[in-house]
């Protein structure tokens, strides 16, 4: 079996995706390039790489075997690249760095500037959504900064800090509704994440059984800075975690309802695949945010 490089890497792709279209976009050729490259590369095999069944794209057998001998191929190769660049003082690459939409637009643009700019020949891309394994485990994105607690084949995590939340709302609210103790919220217009109000899981189950509120009204906002401008307007009273709304409760256009409570937290924590764990700009990244102290996190 004679092993082609440039068909490698395309093959590569299209098992990493899944996808003949998608893996064609990503390497910038034609998709009847990418066709052209995978059926060399099975002639060369003397097998079929991939089969279709629903009319989904599989890796047969001999696909599964060549694609887990390709991640070990590309990944020495990586090392390569940076063991290269570090013996000129240099540190390249670029890392796909993923994060929770809150997290990375109000932090994570913030306090990487100053890894850009002592690494510039490191680039990184962002992709901010939720849902971040199925994308780390698919090889679309390197690193994720996530609040849950993944647990998976493959990969592994590290601690980065504790996520704090608070119940806000507007002075006009509070003094509307005479809210003074976790049971006024029964009366109140609750903005939550999700209609069943799951998302005020850690205030609820801070509470004893007896000053528990039961939601009567919920307004559903599929995104944490629709509730944040939500309880600006006084619609409702909202629940999301402190880093996000610290400008506001500086400036008072929102107020920390219960400050005395001690609500349950959620830890953030950095995954990558323990295969990738290897690289050069993966560690400097991940011990630049390590680093990070939480206070300096937090205040902004």
Known sequence: MGL???????????????????ASRKLFITQSAVSHAVKNLEKSAGEKLFSRAANKLHLTGTGQL????????FYELEKTEELIAKSKNKNIGTIRLGSTVEFGTTI???????????????????RFKNGLLKPLLNDEVDIIIDCRDHKAEGIEKKPL??????????????????????????????????????????????????????????????????IINASIESLG??????????KELRAKTLLNVFPQLKLLEDYFY????????????????????????????LRF
């Open 4 to 22: 082609n490089l440039y068909q490698l890497k395309t093959f590569f792709m299209v098992s990493r995706t899944l996808s003949f279209t998608e």
């Open 66 to 73: 060549l694609h887990k001998t390709c991640e070990t191929i």
């Open 108 to 126: 994570l643009v913030k306090y990487l500037k100053g890894f850009i700019k002592k690494n510039p020949g490191i680039h990184i891309d962002f």
């Open 161 to 226: 800090f504790r996520e704090e939340y608070v119940v806000i709302a507007s002075k006009e609210f509070i003094s509307k509704n005479r809210v003074r103790t976790p049971l006024d919220l029964s009366a109140c217009d609750i903005l939550s994440f999700d209609k069943a109000g799951a998302w005020w899981g850690n205030f609820l189950n801070a509470l004893p059984d007896n000053a528990k509120p039961e939601f009567k009204t919920i307004t559903e906002l599929t995104h944490i800075r629709g």
């Open 237 to 246: 009273i909202g629940f999301v975690p402190k880093y996000c709304v610290l």
């Open 270 to 297: 950095i995954y990558q695949k323990t295969k990738r764990a290897g690289l050069e700009r993966h560690r400097s990244l991940i011990e630049y945010l390590t680093n990070l102290k939480t206070d300096k996190l």
